[in-house]
């Protein structure tokens, strides 16, 4: 059978009835893996004839023959493997980017800061989604060859930054002509870099989670350095879910979790800030005054939002980082409850269209970018809105999309367009780059 299985791979007649099905398919990336599936078909059509006694040749104008006309599957085949982009993501993306568009504009016409943000929000929505367009259209695959590299990069500019940054509402800032907060986008970045090293990875291998426990906590060890909660934060429950994805052992997993669990507390404890503000989370009796204050702000507004909002009464007051990390008590209090329900709805519908998309795709490196990016997304979504609420502890945990921020919303936008690129190659089943 394997002679005969050589032989029919060369055959001429096959490799014109391939040629014909692929010609019908206009996504060319995935003409080799077209050609062997069907090319497998037609083998194990024509081994059945040539064991019954016909010919090669015999057997392969029957096998074709059963197989159809090469035109027609090519058009079907076609249909089922057009590129196209995943709507719904990108629609959700640009209503909340539309939102905290709206939302900027309506805070500097009536002043509550003392600065304009809106025509900065405009230049990093342009540039955020010329490069979703970049990243759609361009070839994910290649980035996997460059995922140590990226690791690298990453790594060696939060080192910089925590030698050389500024720090700036308690977040550590990279001057580079203007400031950039690189430790927020940190775990998007390191994301993408440990899809394509896990993705190359052999867990039966006992030395490979020594390895991968090493890149794992350098990043930890500058987050905790650098007093970024929420980013260790995210990135922790990133790397978990990349690990279980990519197949880690339940023991390993729990070690990693563990010491995750134990990085985050303590960087929530290395300062007094955080600490000030989880223990008055915590204690009903609000003893300590500056973390009681906010808290009792934000505790007011929500709650006097009422069912469409208070924007005609608006008394001008407002908790710190109204823009960033509490956009979302000011959008309920503005709108009121409905606009706080809707919001979430589609947070929530959003998070379920990027969770899906693995379910779909074909390639092992694929399932664990969408894997890592929804995780992301979930921590920030869900985290902001729960201690806008007063469930969760207060960081500086912005609002994907929503909240200003310069390189973070940016970063935010770039992740749609390579999920969007992503979904477009979900059929595609082959890892290495073309």
Aim: proline letters at 2%; glycine letters at 6%; hydrophobic letters at 50%.
């Amino acid at each position: 059978m394997g002679w005969y299985s050589m032989g029919l791979i060369d055959n001429e007649k096959m490799e014109e009835y391939l040629s014909s099905i692929c010609c019908q398919i206009s996504n060319l990336k995935i003409h080799s893996d077209i050609q062997e599936e069907v090319r497998g078909h037609i083998e194990e059509i024509a081994l059945e004839y040539i064991e019954g006694g016909f010919s090669e040749d015999e057997a392969i104008n029957n096998a074709l023959a059963q197989m159809g006309d090469a035109s027609l599957i090519g058009r079907e085949l076609n249909k089922v493997h057009r590129q196209r982009p995943e709507w719904s993501i990108v629609i959700l993306a640009s209503i909340f980017t539309l939102l905290g568009l709206s939302i900027i504009f309506l805070i500097d016409s009536i002043g509550i800061l003392q600065y304009s943000l809106f025509s900065k929000s405009i230049i990093c929505a342009l540039v955020g989604f010329s490069l979703a367009t970049f990243l759609y259209y361009f070839d994910y695959m290649k980035i996997k060859d460059y995922s140590k590299y990226l690791y690298l990069a990453t790594t060696a500019v939060m080192l910089l930054t925590f030698i050389f940054g500024r720090t700036i509402d308690g977040k550590p800032y990279l001057f580079i002509g203007t400031t950039i907060n690189l430790i927020d986008v940190s775990p998007l970045l390191l994301t993408v870099s440990f899809a394509g090293i896990l993705s190359q990875l052999n867990w039966s291998e006992t030395r490979q989670f020594a390895y991968v426990s090493i890149l794992v906590i350098v990043p930890i060890i500058l987050m905790i350095a650098s007093n970024s909660s929420s980013a260790l934060l995210t990135y922790c429950t990133s790397v978990i879910i990349l690990l279980i994805s990519s197949g880690i052992k339940i023991k390993n997993i729990l070690i990693l979790m563990t010491s995750c669990l134990a990085a985050f507390i303590l960087c929530l404890f290395k300062e007094p800030y955080y600490t000030q503000k989880f223990l008055f989370f915590l204690n009903t009796q609000g003893e300590l005054a500056g973390s009681e204050f906010l808290k009792f702000q934000l505790d007011k507004l929500i709650h006097s939002a009422g069912i469409l909002g208070q924007v005609s009464t608006f008394d001008g007051i407002m908790p710190p980082e109204v823009h960033t990390d509490f956009i979302f008590t000011y959008i309920v209090y503005t709108f009121g409850w409905v606009a706080g329900v809707l919001l979430s709805l589609l947070v929530v519908l959003f998070l379920i269209r990027i969770s899906t998309i693995a379910f779909y795709v074909k390639s092992s490196y694929g399932k664990l970018l969408i894997s890592g990016f929804t995780a992301i997304f979930s921590v920030q979504f869900v985290w902001n809105i729960l201690m806008n609420l007063g469930i969760a502890p207060i960081t500086s945990m912005a609002l994907p999309f929503i909240s200003y921020g310069n390189s973070q919303f940016i970063i935010n936008l770039a992740v749609v367009g390579l999920i969007s690129n992503i979904y477009k190659q979900k059929n595609r089943a082959i890892e290495t780059a073309t």
